[in-house]
Protein backbone atom coordinates (compact mmCIF):
# COMPACT_ATOMS: atom_id res chain seq x y z
CA UNK A 1 0.00 0.00 0.00
CA UNK A 2 2.48 2.77 0.99
CA UNK A 3 5.34 1.40 -1.69
CA UNK A 4 2.18 1.95 -4.05
CA UNK A 5 1.44 5.34 -2.96
CA UNK A 6 5.47 6.15 -3.25
CA UNK A 7 5.18 4.89 -6.93
CA UNK A 8 2.25 6.99 -8.00
CA UNK A 9 3.82 10.39 -6.22
CA UNK A 10 6.95 9.54 -8.15
CA UNK A 11 5.01 9.23 -11.35
CA UNK A 12 3.09 12.56 -10.16
CA UNK A 13 6.50 14.06 -9.63
CA UNK A 14 8.36 13.31 -12.70
CA UNK A 15 4.76 14.31 -14.89
CA UNK A 16 4.18 17.58 -13.07
CA UNK A 17 8.23 18.24 -14.17
CA UNK A 18 7.93 16.70 -17.39
CA UNK A 19 4.79 19.76 -17.45
CA UNK A 20 7.17 21.81 -16.19
CA UNK A 21 9.52 21.90 -18.90
CA UNK A 22 11.59 18.87 -17.80
CA UNK A 23 13.15 21.04 -14.32
CA UNK A 24 15.09 18.58 -11.94
CA UNK A 25 13.63 17.95 -8.41
CA UNK A 26 15.17 19.32 -5.68
CA UNK A 27 18.43 17.53 -4.98
CA UNK A 28 18.63 18.15 -1.34
CA UNK A 29 16.17 19.39 1.28
CA UNK A 30 16.77 20.15 4.96
CA UNK A 31 13.90 20.19 7.91
CA UNK A 32 14.99 21.53 11.22
CA UNK A 33 13.21 20.15 14.04
CA UNK A 34 12.03 16.59 14.40
CA UNK A 35 9.08 16.69 16.07
CA UNK A 36 5.33 16.41 14.15
CA UNK A 37 5.69 19.45 12.31
CA UNK A 38 9.23 18.39 10.79
CA UNK A 39 8.01 15.01 10.51
CA UNK A 40 5.08 15.35 8.58
CA UNK A 41 6.21 17.70 6.09
CA UNK A 42 9.11 15.19 5.43
CA UNK A 43 6.85 12.79 4.76
CA UNK A 44 4.62 15.07 2.72
CA UNK A 45 7.40 16.70 0.87
CA UNK A 46 8.22 13.03 -0.18
CA UNK A 47 5.10 12.66 -1.23
CA UNK A 48 4.80 15.12 -3.54
CA UNK A 49 8.44 14.99 -4.55
CA UNK A 50 9.18 11.25 -5.14
CA UNK A 51 11.17 8.91 -3.49
CA UNK A 52 14.36 9.92 -4.63
CA UNK A 53 14.89 13.57 -2.97
CA UNK A 54 17.22 13.36 -0.34
CA UNK A 55 15.62 14.70 3.39
CA UNK A 56 17.97 15.34 6.23
CA UNK A 57 16.18 16.35 9.45
CA UNK A 58 18.41 18.01 12.19
CA UNK A 59 17.20 17.31 15.56
CA UNK A 60 19.15 18.92 18.46
CA UNK A 61 16.76 17.07 21.51
CA UNK A 62 14.90 14.14 21.12
CA UNK A 63 12.45 12.95 18.40
CA UNK A 64 8.70 14.23 18.73
CA UNK A 65 9.53 17.48 20.33
CA UNK A 66 6.48 18.33 22.07
CA UNK A 67 5.12 14.62 21.93
CA UNK A 68 7.45 12.96 24.53
CA UNK A 69 6.83 9.94 27.01
CA UNK A 70 7.90 9.59 30.95
CA UNK A 71 8.56 6.45 32.78
CA UNK A 72 7.01 6.17 35.79
CA UNK A 73 6.88 2.60 37.94
CA UNK A 74 7.58 1.21 34.66
CA UNK A 75 5.01 2.59 32.70
CA UNK A 76 5.27 5.09 30.30
CA UNK A 77 3.35 8.31 30.31
CA UNK A 78 2.54 11.29 28.29
CA UNK A 79 4.24 14.33 29.38
CA UNK A 80 3.99 16.69 26.22
CA UNK A 81 0.11 16.47 24.00
CA UNK A 82 -1.68 14.26 25.51
CA UNK A 83 -4.74 13.90 22.89
CA UNK A 84 -6.45 14.58 19.62
CA UNK A 85 -9.27 16.12 18.51
CA UNK A 86 -11.70 13.31 16.83
CA UNK A 87 -11.52 14.96 13.83
CA UNK A 88 -7.98 15.42 12.94
CA UNK A 89 -7.80 14.32 9.68
CA UNK A 90 -3.87 14.56 9.04
CA UNK A 91 -3.37 12.42 12.49
CA UNK A 92 -5.75 10.29 11.70
CA UNK A 93 -4.11 9.22 8.43
CA UNK A 94 -0.83 8.71 9.74
CA UNK A 95 -1.52 6.11 12.17
CA UNK A 96 -3.42 4.13 9.62
CA UNK A 97 -0.75 4.52 7.35
CA UNK A 98 1.82 3.71 9.72
CA UNK A 99 -0.23 0.69 11.24
CA UNK A 100 -0.69 2.65 14.61
CA UNK A 101 -3.63 2.18 16.66
CA UNK A 102 -6.02 4.70 18.84
CA UNK A 103 -5.40 3.80 22.76
CA UNK A 104 -8.20 2.44 24.30
CA UNK A 105 -10.20 4.83 26.17
CA UNK A 106 -10.53 4.57 29.83
CA UNK A 107 -13.39 6.92 30.90
CA UNK A 108 -13.31 8.91 33.69
CA UNK A 109 -15.33 12.09 35.04
CA UNK A 110 -14.45 15.22 34.72
CA UNK A 111 -14.89 18.50 36.62
CA UNK A 112 -14.02 22.32 37.37
CA UNK A 113 -12.62 23.43 40.72
CA UNK A 114 -13.08 26.82 41.59
CA UNK A 115 -10.46 26.99 45.18
CA UNK A 116 -13.40 25.91 47.20
CA UNK A 117 -15.55 23.59 45.65
CA UNK A 118 -16.70 22.26 42.46
CA UNK A 119 -18.53 24.69 40.00
CA UNK A 120 -19.20 22.13 37.41
CA UNK A 121 -19.35 18.22 38.07
CA UNK A 122 -19.96 15.63 35.07
CA UNK A 123 -22.19 12.96 35.86
CA UNK A 124 -22.38 9.80 34.83
CA UNK A 125 -25.92 10.40 32.69
CA UNK A 126 -25.67 12.62 30.13
CA UNK A 127 -29.07 14.02 30.25
CA UNK A 128 -28.51 15.39 33.88
CA UNK A 129 -25.56 16.56 32.87
CA UNK A 130 -27.01 19.04 30.25
CA UNK A 131 -29.77 19.71 32.52
CA UNK A 132 -27.73 21.04 34.80
CA UNK A 133 -25.49 23.22 32.50
CA UNK A 134 -28.90 24.66 31.25
CA UNK A 135 -29.81 24.93 34.81
CA UNK A 136 -26.68 27.53 35.91
CA UNK A 137 -26.11 28.72 32.64
CA UNK A 138 -29.25 28.82 30.51
CA UNK A 139 -28.68 28.80 26.71
CA UNK A 140 -24.84 30.15 26.92
CA UNK A 141 -23.90 26.49 26.38
CA UNK A 142 -25.82 26.30 23.04
CA UNK A 143 -24.19 28.99 22.26
CA UNK A 144 -20.92 28.23 22.74
CA UNK A 145 -21.22 25.02 21.18
CA UNK A 146 -22.38 26.56 17.95
CA UNK A 147 -20.23 29.26 17.82
CA UNK A 148 -17.54 26.46 17.44
CA UNK A 149 -18.78 24.38 15.49
CA UNK A 150 -19.01 27.36 12.62
CA UNK A 151 -15.24 27.78 13.48
CA UNK A 152 -14.32 24.08 12.97
CA UNK A 153 -16.90 23.56 10.25
CA UNK A 154 -14.51 26.53 8.18
CA UNK A 155 -11.32 25.39 9.34
CA UNK A 156 -12.52 21.93 8.09
CA UNK A 157 -12.23 22.94 4.26
CA UNK A 158 -8.69 23.30 4.32
CA UNK A 159 -8.31 19.77 4.07
CA UNK A 160 -10.08 20.06 0.38
CA UNK A 161 -8.19 22.53 -0.29
CA UNK A 162 -4.95 20.77 0.32
CA UNK A 163 -6.28 17.65 -1.67
CA UNK A 164 -6.57 19.98 -4.49
CA UNK A 165 -3.17 21.38 -4.12
CA UNK A 166 -3.67 24.79 -3.29
CA UNK A 167 -1.40 26.39 -0.75
CA UNK A 168 -0.70 29.58 1.20
CA UNK A 169 2.30 31.82 1.65
CA UNK A 170 1.49 33.68 4.70
CA UNK A 171 -1.09 32.34 7.96
CA UNK A 172 -3.06 35.58 6.98
CA UNK A 173 -3.85 34.20 3.35
CA UNK A 174 -4.61 31.00 4.62
CA UNK A 175 -7.05 32.16 7.15
CA UNK A 176 -9.16 34.24 5.40
CA UNK A 177 -9.42 31.83 2.36
CA UNK A 178 -11.28 29.23 5.04
CA UNK A 179 -13.20 32.33 6.68
CA UNK A 180 -12.06 35.73 5.35
CA UNK A 181 -12.01 38.71 7.36
CA UNK A 182 -13.57 37.19 10.73
CA UNK A 183 -11.19 34.78 10.61
CA UNK A 184 -8.37 37.04 10.76
CA UNK A 185 -10.25 39.54 13.34
CA UNK A 186 -10.53 36.21 15.39
CA UNK A 187 -6.62 36.16 15.78
CA UNK A 188 -6.80 39.57 16.81
CA UNK A 189 -10.43 39.85 19.17
CA UNK A 190 -10.03 37.64 22.43
CA UNK A 191 -12.63 34.79 23.46
CA UNK A 192 -14.39 36.72 26.01
CA UNK A 193 -14.95 39.77 23.28
CA UNK A 194 -16.67 37.28 20.92
CA UNK A 195 -18.63 35.03 23.24
CA UNK A 196 -20.13 37.83 24.97
CA UNK A 197 -20.95 39.03 21.55
CA UNK A 198 -22.46 35.87 20.82
CA UNK A 199 -24.31 35.70 23.46
CA UNK A 200 -22.33 33.81 26.14
CA UNK A 201 -22.93 35.04 29.80
CA UNK A 202 -19.95 36.52 31.24
CA UNK A 203 -20.55 33.57 34.24
CA UNK A 204 -20.18 30.95 31.84
CA UNK A 205 -17.21 32.44 30.10
CA UNK A 206 -15.12 32.50 33.97
CA UNK A 207 -16.91 29.00 35.08
CA UNK A 208 -16.37 27.12 32.52
CA UNK A 209 -14.57 28.58 29.17
CA UNK A 210 -11.92 29.84 31.38
CA UNK A 211 -11.06 26.91 32.52
CA UNK A 212 -10.97 24.91 29.10
CA UNK A 213 -8.54 27.60 28.02
CA UNK A 214 -6.34 27.58 30.97
CA UNK A 215 -6.08 23.64 30.58
CA UNK A 216 -4.89 23.57 27.19
CA UNK A 217 -3.27 26.43 26.72
CA UNK A 218 -2.57 28.09 30.19
CA UNK A 219 -3.87 31.29 29.18
CA UNK A 220 -7.10 33.40 29.74
CA UNK A 221 -10.11 34.12 27.83
CA UNK A 222 -8.20 37.35 27.40
CA UNK A 223 -6.16 35.12 24.73
CA UNK A 224 -7.43 35.76 20.82
CA UNK A 225 -10.96 34.21 19.59
CA UNK A 226 -9.40 31.51 16.56
CA UNK A 227 -6.84 29.57 19.21
CA UNK A 228 -9.75 29.46 22.07
CA UNK A 229 -12.24 28.12 19.35
CA UNK A 230 -9.87 25.31 18.41
CA UNK A 231 -8.97 24.21 22.28
CA UNK A 232 -12.89 25.09 23.20
CA UNK A 233 -13.73 22.22 19.96
CA UNK A 234 -10.85 19.93 21.96
CA UNK A 235 -13.10 20.27 24.88
CA UNK A 236 -16.44 18.73 23.40
CA UNK A 237 -15.45 16.15 20.45
CA UNK A 238 -14.38 12.97 21.90
CA UNK A 239 -10.51 12.91 22.04
CA UNK A 240 -8.24 9.98 21.20
CA UNK A 241 -4.62 9.33 21.29
CA UNK A 242 -2.22 6.68 20.31
CA UNK A 243 -1.05 3.17 21.62
CA UNK A 244 2.36 2.93 22.55
CA UNK A 245 3.05 6.86 23.09
CA UNK A 246 1.93 9.85 20.25
CA UNK A 247 5.66 10.42 19.24
CA UNK A 248 5.36 6.85 17.90
CA UNK A 249 3.89 9.03 14.68
CA UNK A 250 6.71 11.26 14.33
CA UNK A 251 9.79 8.20 14.49
CA UNK A 252 7.23 6.28 12.57
CA UNK A 253 6.77 8.99 9.59
CA UNK A 254 10.85 9.62 9.73
CA UNK A 255 11.62 5.99 8.77
CA UNK A 256 8.91 5.60 6.02
CA UNK A 257 10.15 8.76 4.50
CA UNK A 258 13.78 6.98 5.19
CA UNK A 259 14.72 10.57 5.98
CA UNK A 260 18.45 11.07 6.84
CA UNK A 261 18.19 12.29 10.95
CA UNK A 262 20.85 14.14 11.97
CA UNK A 263 21.29 14.84 16.00
CA UNK A 264 23.12 18.34 15.66
CA UNK A 265 21.42 21.92 16.77
CA UNK A 266 21.34 23.99 14.00
CA UNK A 267 22.90 27.51 14.28
CA UNK A 268 22.70 28.85 10.78
CA UNK A 269 21.58 29.18 7.37
CA UNK A 270 23.37 30.91 4.57
CA UNK A 271 22.50 32.15 1.51
CA UNK A 272 24.09 31.93 -1.82
CA UNK A 273 23.13 31.00 -5.15
CA UNK A 274 23.47 28.63 -8.15
CA UNK A 275 22.35 28.87 -11.69
CA UNK A 276 20.14 31.68 -10.62
CA UNK A 277 18.19 29.96 -7.84
CA UNK A 278 18.94 29.88 -4.23
CA UNK A 279 21.07 27.32 -2.59
CA UNK A 280 21.23 27.53 1.08
CA UNK A 281 23.69 26.59 3.25
CA UNK A 282 22.81 24.86 6.54
CA UNK A 283 25.54 25.02 9.85
CA UNK A 284 25.02 22.75 12.67
CA UNK A 285 26.61 22.30 15.95
CA UNK A 286 27.10 18.71 17.51
CA UNK A 287 29.72 17.05 19.64
CA UNK A 288 31.43 16.47 16.54
CA UNK A 289 32.08 20.10 16.45
CA UNK A 290 30.74 22.40 13.43
CA UNK A 291 29.77 21.17 10.21
CA UNK A 292 27.46 22.74 7.24
CA UNK A 293 25.46 21.51 4.05
CA UNK A 294 23.75 22.50 1.15
CA UNK A 295 19.70 22.22 0.15
CA UNK A 296 17.69 23.80 -2.58
CA UNK A 297 15.24 23.90 0.36
CA UNK A 298 14.93 24.83 3.77
CA UNK A 299 11.63 23.31 6.18
CA UNK A 300 12.46 25.41 10.05
CA UNK A 301 9.67 23.13 11.88
CA UNK A 302 10.72 24.68 15.00
CA UNK A 303 9.05 27.99 17.01
CA UNK A 304 11.58 30.65 16.57
CA UNK A 305 11.47 32.21 19.55
CA UNK A 306 13.51 34.59 21.59
CA UNK A 307 13.89 32.20 25.01
CA UNK A 308 17.36 32.04 26.40
CA UNK A 309 17.81 28.25 26.22
CA UNK A 310 17.69 27.93 22.77
CA UNK A 311 19.58 29.87 20.81
CA UNK A 312 17.47 31.03 17.41
CA UNK A 313 18.91 30.99 14.01
CA UNK A 314 21.32 33.13 12.64
CA UNK A 315 20.91 34.35 8.76
CA UNK A 316 23.57 35.21 6.91
CA UNK A 317 23.86 36.82 3.46
CA UNK A 318 20.03 37.82 3.81
CA UNK A 319 17.41 38.80 6.25
CA UNK A 320 14.51 37.37 5.82
CA UNK A 321 11.43 38.37 7.89
CA UNK A 322 12.33 36.90 11.33
CA UNK A 323 12.29 39.83 13.51
CA UNK A 324 8.42 39.66 12.52
CA UNK A 325 8.08 35.99 13.15
CA UNK A 326 9.49 35.89 16.95
CA UNK A 327 7.38 36.49 19.96
CA UNK A 328 7.53 34.69 23.29
CA UNK A 329 6.15 31.30 24.57
CA UNK A 330 4.31 30.57 27.49
CA UNK A 331 5.97 27.96 29.56
CA UNK A 332 4.06 25.39 31.19
CA UNK A 333 5.89 22.57 33.86
CA UNK A 334 3.98 19.07 34.07
CA UNK A 335 4.55 17.33 36.47
CA UNK A 336 3.89 13.38 36.86
CA UNK A 337 3.27 12.43 40.41
CA UNK A 338 2.80 8.66 41.80
CA UNK A 339 1.18 8.99 45.16
CA UNK A 340 -1.87 9.67 46.96
CA UNK A 341 -4.15 12.45 45.95
CA UNK A 342 -5.40 14.62 49.23
CA UNK A 343 -9.08 14.42 48.76
CA UNK A 344 -9.84 16.54 51.32
CA UNK A 345 -8.14 19.52 49.58
CA UNK A 346 -10.79 19.20 47.43
CA UNK A 347 -13.82 18.99 49.90
CA UNK A 348 -13.47 15.51 49.62
CA UNK A 349 -12.13 13.85 53.65
CA UNK A 350 -12.85 10.19 52.27
CA UNK A 351 -10.75 9.45 49.37
CA UNK A 352 -12.77 6.52 48.66
CA UNK A 353 -15.58 9.14 47.45
CA UNK A 354 -13.15 11.15 45.94
CA UNK A 355 -15.37 10.63 41.69
CA UNK A 356 -13.64 12.95 39.55
CA UNK A 357 -10.19 12.00 37.22
CA UNK A 358 -10.08 14.86 35.12
CA UNK A 359 -9.93 18.38 37.36
CA UNK A 360 -9.92 21.63 35.58
CA UNK A 361 -9.14 24.65 37.79
CA UNK A 362 -10.97 28.46 37.66
CA UNK A 363 -8.23 31.31 38.48
CA UNK A 364 -8.54 30.59 42.15
CA UNK A 365 -5.74 28.03 42.62
CA UNK A 366 -3.71 29.96 41.11
CA UNK A 367 -0.49 27.58 41.21
CA UNK A 368 -1.86 24.38 39.22
CA UNK A 369 -3.81 24.30 35.71
CA UNK A 370 -5.18 20.88 35.93
CA UNK A 371 -4.78 17.60 37.36
CA UNK A 372 -5.46 14.06 35.85
CA UNK A 373 -5.70 11.10 37.00
CA UNK A 374 -3.53 9.58 33.42
CA UNK A 375 -3.08 5.83 31.99
CA UNK A 376 -0.14 4.38 30.71
CA UNK A 377 0.32 4.43 26.73
CA UNK A 378 0.12 1.49 26.61
CA UNK A 379 -3.43 0.04 27.89
CA UNK A 380 -3.72 -3.49 28.26
CA UNK A 381 -7.02 -5.25 27.64
CA UNK A 382 -7.55 -6.48 31.08
CA UNK A 383 -6.36 -2.36 32.75
CA UNK A 384 -8.36 -0.56 35.29
CA UNK A 385 -8.46 2.61 36.71
CA UNK A 386 -6.98 2.96 39.81
CA UNK A 387 -9.59 3.48 43.25
CA UNK A 388 -9.61 7.21 44.37
CA UNK A 389 -7.82 6.02 47.80
CA UNK A 390 -5.22 3.64 45.61
CA UNK A 391 -1.69 5.08 44.83
CA UNK A 392 -1.81 6.66 41.21
CA UNK A 393 -0.26 8.54 38.71
CA UNK A 394 -1.24 11.93 38.13
CA UNK A 395 -0.42 14.97 35.89
CA UNK A 396 -0.32 18.19 37.35
CA UNK A 397 0.07 20.85 34.76
CA UNK A 398 1.36 24.28 36.31
CA UNK A 399 2.80 28.09 35.56
CA UNK A 400 5.96 27.00 37.21
CA UNK A 401 7.66 23.65 39.23
CA UNK A 402 5.64 22.76 42.27
CA UNK A 403 7.17 23.96 45.38
CA UNK A 404 7.29 21.03 48.01
CA UNK A 405 4.53 23.00 50.01
CA UNK A 406 1.92 22.37 46.87
CA UNK A 407 2.75 18.97 46.37
CA UNK A 408 2.25 18.32 50.04
CA UNK A 409 -1.41 20.63 49.51
CA UNK A 410 -2.32 18.05 46.62
CA UNK A 411 -1.13 14.95 47.69
CA UNK A 412 -1.25 13.39 51.19
CA UNK A 413 1.83 11.34 49.91
CA UNK A 414 3.71 10.41 46.89
CA UNK A 415 6.24 8.35 45.73
CA UNK A 416 7.82 10.12 42.98
CA UNK A 417 7.54 13.49 41.11
CA UNK A 418 9.41 13.89 37.12
CA UNK A 419 8.58 16.57 35.36
CA UNK A 420 9.08 18.37 31.98
CA UNK A 421 9.73 21.95 31.62
CA UNK A 422 8.01 22.91 28.39
CA UNK A 423 7.94 26.20 25.84
CA UNK A 424 4.26 24.77 25.44
CA UNK A 425 2.73 27.17 23.11
CA UNK A 426 2.62 31.14 21.50
CA UNK A 427 2.03 34.25 24.52
CA UNK A 428 -0.36 35.36 22.40
CA UNK A 429 -0.82 38.77 22.52
CA UNK A 430 2.89 39.31 22.00
CA UNK A 431 3.29 39.87 18.90
CA UNK A 432 1.27 42.19 16.45
CA UNK A 433 1.08 41.14 12.77
CA UNK A 434 0.69 37.39 11.98
CA UNK A 435 3.61 35.46 10.54
CA UNK A 436 4.67 33.90 7.12
CA UNK A 437 5.28 30.24 5.98
CA UNK A 438 7.50 31.66 2.79
CA UNK A 439 10.65 33.36 4.23
CA UNK A 440 12.51 33.25 1.43
CA UNK A 441 12.37 31.49 -2.18
CA UNK A 442 12.63 28.24 -0.94
CA UNK A 443 13.15 28.84 3.05
CA UNK A 444 10.04 27.76 5.05
CA UNK A 445 8.37 28.57 8.63
CA UNK A 446 6.28 25.92 9.69
CA UNK A 447 5.36 27.01 13.06
CA UNK A 448 4.09 30.39 11.94
CA UNK A 449 0.52 28.54 12.14
CA UNK A 450 1.27 28.25 15.90
CA UNK A 451 0.20 31.87 16.25
CA UNK A 452 -3.53 31.23 15.00
CA UNK A 453 -3.92 27.94 16.43
CA UNK A 454 -0.84 25.76 18.58
CA UNK A 455 -1.98 22.31 18.33
CA UNK A 456 -0.55 18.88 17.07
CA UNK A 457 -2.84 18.53 13.96
CA UNK A 458 -2.45 22.52 13.34
CA UNK A 459 1.55 21.82 12.40
CA UNK A 460 0.30 18.59 10.48
CA UNK A 461 -1.62 21.45 8.40
CA UNK A 462 0.98 23.53 8.25
CA UNK A 463 3.38 20.49 7.06
CA UNK A 464 1.08 19.71 4.37
CA UNK A 465 0.87 23.51 3.56
CA UNK A 466 4.71 24.22 3.49
CA UNK A 467 5.17 21.18 1.48
CA UNK A 468 2.48 22.44 -1.31
CA UNK A 469 4.34 25.62 -1.38
CA UNK A 470 8.04 24.42 -1.68
CA UNK A 471 6.49 22.23 -4.43
CA UNK A 472 4.16 24.86 -6.14
CA UNK A 473 7.13 27.39 -6.12
CA UNK A 474 9.45 24.75 -7.37
CA UNK A 475 7.82 23.86 -10.57
CA UNK A 476 6.25 28.06 -10.66
CA UNK A 477 2.75 26.54 -10.25
CA UNK A 478 1.40 30.17 -9.22
CA UNK A 479 -2.08 29.42 -10.15
CA UNK A 480 -2.05 27.04 -7.07
CA UNK A 481 -0.60 29.61 -4.59
CA UNK A 482 -2.79 32.06 -2.87
CA UNK A 483 -5.85 31.79 -4.51
CA UNK A 484 -9.05 33.58 -3.41
CA UNK A 485 -12.46 32.34 -3.62
CA UNK A 486 -11.73 28.31 -3.38
CA UNK A 487 -14.78 27.18 -1.84
CA UNK A 488 -16.50 28.25 -5.43
CA UNK A 489 -12.61 26.79 -7.52
CA UNK A 490 -12.64 23.49 -5.51
CA UNK A 491 -16.52 22.73 -6.24
CA UNK A 492 -15.62 23.28 -10.05
CA UNK A 493 -12.74 21.11 -10.73
CA UNK A 494 -12.67 17.76 -11.03
C1 LIG B 1 2.33 20.21 28.02
C2 LIG B 1 1.76 20.33 26.63
C3 LIG B 1 0.50 19.83 26.36
C4 LIG B 1 -0.04 19.91 25.09
N1 LIG B 1 -1.25 19.34 24.85
C5 LIG B 1 -1.70 19.25 23.58
C6 LIG B 1 -2.84 18.45 23.28
O1 LIG B 1 -3.45 17.82 24.16
N2 LIG B 1 -3.25 18.39 21.99
C7 LIG B 1 -2.60 19.04 20.98
O2 LIG B 1 -3.01 18.93 19.83
N3 LIG B 1 -1.49 19.80 21.23
C8 LIG B 1 -1.03 19.91 22.51
N4 LIG B 1 0.11 20.61 22.77
C9 LIG B 1 0.76 21.37 21.68
C10 LIG B 1 1.57 20.45 20.75
O3 LIG B 1 2.41 19.63 21.53
C11 LIG B 1 2.41 21.27 19.80
O4 LIG B 1 1.59 22.20 19.11
C12 LIG B 1 3.10 20.40 18.73
O5 LIG B 1 3.60 19.20 19.28
C13 LIG B 1 4.22 21.19 18.10
O6 LIG B 1 4.92 20.38 17.19
P1 LIG B 1 6.14 20.97 16.35
O7 LIG B 1 6.72 19.85 15.58
O8 LIG B 1 5.66 22.12 15.56
O9 LIG B 1 7.15 21.56 17.39
P2 LIG B 1 8.04 20.77 18.47
O10 LIG B 1 7.34 19.56 18.92
O11 LIG B 1 8.46 21.76 19.47
O12 LIG B 1 9.29 20.28 17.63
C14 LIG B 1 10.38 21.13 17.28
C15 LIG B 1 11.65 20.30 17.36
O13 LIG B 1 12.72 21.09 16.83
C16 LIG B 1 13.87 20.87 17.60
N5 LIG B 1 14.72 22.07 17.39
C17 LIG B 1 14.46 23.33 17.79
N6 LIG B 1 15.44 24.17 17.41
C18 LIG B 1 16.36 23.41 16.74
C19 LIG B 1 17.60 23.70 16.11
N7 LIG B 1 18.10 24.95 16.06
N8 LIG B 1 18.29 22.67 15.54
C20 LIG B 1 17.80 21.40 15.58
N9 LIG B 1 16.61 21.08 16.16
C21 LIG B 1 15.91 22.07 16.74
C22 LIG B 1 13.36 20.72 19.01
O14 LIG B 1 14.27 20.00 19.81
C23 LIG B 1 12.06 19.94 18.78
O15 LIG B 1 12.24 18.55 18.87
C24 LIG B 1 0.68 20.54 24.05
C25 LIG B 1 1.96 21.05 24.31
C26 LIG B 1 2.50 20.92 25.57
C27 LIG B 1 3.89 21.42 25.82
C1 LIG C 1 -12.80 42.76 10.95
O1 LIG C 1 -12.24 43.89 11.58
C2 LIG C 1 -12.30 45.09 10.77
C3 LIG C 1 -11.55 46.20 11.48
O2 LIG C 1 -11.43 45.98 12.84
C4 LIG C 1 -13.76 45.44 10.53
O3 LIG C 1 -13.85 46.58 9.72
C5 LIG C 1 -14.46 44.28 9.84
O4 LIG C 1 -15.83 44.53 9.70
C6 LIG C 1 -14.27 42.98 10.64
N1 LIG C 1 -14.81 41.91 9.85
C7 LIG C 1 -15.62 41.00 10.36
C8 LIG C 1 -16.17 40.00 9.39
O5 LIG C 1 -15.91 40.93 11.54
C1 LIG D 1 3.06 -0.55 23.42
O1 LIG D 1 2.36 -0.34 22.20
C2 LIG D 1 3.18 -0.24 21.04
C3 LIG D 1 2.31 0.12 19.86
O2 LIG D 1 1.21 -0.75 19.72
C4 LIG D 1 3.94 -1.57 20.85
O3 LIG D 1 4.80 -1.45 19.74
C5 LIG D 1 4.75 -1.84 22.11
O4 LIG D 1 5.39 -3.09 21.98
C6 LIG D 1 3.86 -1.84 23.34
N1 LIG D 1 4.70 -1.98 24.53
C7 LIG D 1 4.38 -2.76 25.54
C8 LIG D 1 5.32 -2.74 26.69
O5 LIG D 1 3.36 -3.44 25.55
C1 LIG E 1 17.76 36.21 28.78
O1 LIG E 1 19.07 36.68 28.99
C2 LIG E 1 19.17 38.10 29.10
C3 LIG E 1 20.63 38.51 29.22
O2 LIG E 1 21.50 37.40 29.28
C4 LIG E 1 18.34 38.57 30.31
O3 LIG E 1 18.39 39.98 30.42
C5 LIG E 1 16.89 38.13 30.12
O4 LIG E 1 16.14 38.47 31.25
C6 LIG E 1 16.80 36.63 29.89
N1 LIG E 1 15.43 36.29 29.53
C7 LIG E 1 14.77 35.25 30.07
C8 LIG E 1 13.38 35.05 29.58
O5 LIG E 1 15.27 34.49 30.89
C1 LIG F 1 -4.77 18.18 52.49
O1 LIG F 1 -5.71 19.22 52.34
C2 LIG F 1 -6.19 19.76 53.56
C3 LIG F 1 -7.30 20.76 53.21
O2 LIG F 1 -6.82 21.76 52.35
C4 LIG F 1 -5.02 20.39 54.32
O3 LIG F 1 -5.49 20.89 55.56
C5 LIG F 1 -3.93 19.36 54.53
O4 LIG F 1 -2.80 19.95 55.12
C6 LIG F 1 -3.53 18.75 53.18
N1 LIG F 1 -2.42 17.81 53.29
C7 LIG F 1 -2.47 16.58 53.85
C8 LIG F 1 -1.21 15.81 53.83
O5 LIG F 1 -3.50 16.10 54.31
Not at 226 to 235: D, I, N, R, V
Request: hydrophobic share 45%; glycine share 8%; proline share 4%.
Amino acid sequence: MARAAQLFAALAALLAAAAAGGDAPPGRIAVVGAGIGGAAVAHFLQQHFGPRVQIDVYEKGTIGGRLATISVNKQHYESGAASFHSLSLHMQDFVKLLGLRHRREVVGRSAIFGGEHFVLEETDWYLLNLFRLWWHYGISFLRLQMWVEEVMEKFMRIYKYQAHGYAFSGVEELLSSLGESAFVNMTQRSVAESLLQVGVTQRFIDDVVSAVLRASYGQSAAMPAFAGAMSLAGAQGSLWSVEGGNKLVCSGLLKLTKANVIHATVTAVTLHSSEGKALYQVGYENEGGHGSDFYDIVVLAAPLHLDNSSRSIAFEGFSPPTEDAQGSFQPTVVSLVHGYLNSSYFGFPDPKLFPFTNILTTDFPSFFYALDNICPVNVSANFRRKQPQEAAVWRVQSPRPLFRTQLKTLFRSYYSVQTAEWQAHPLYGSRSALPRFALHDQLFYLNALEWAASSVEAMAVAAKNVALLAYNRWYQDLDKIDQRDLMHKVKTEL
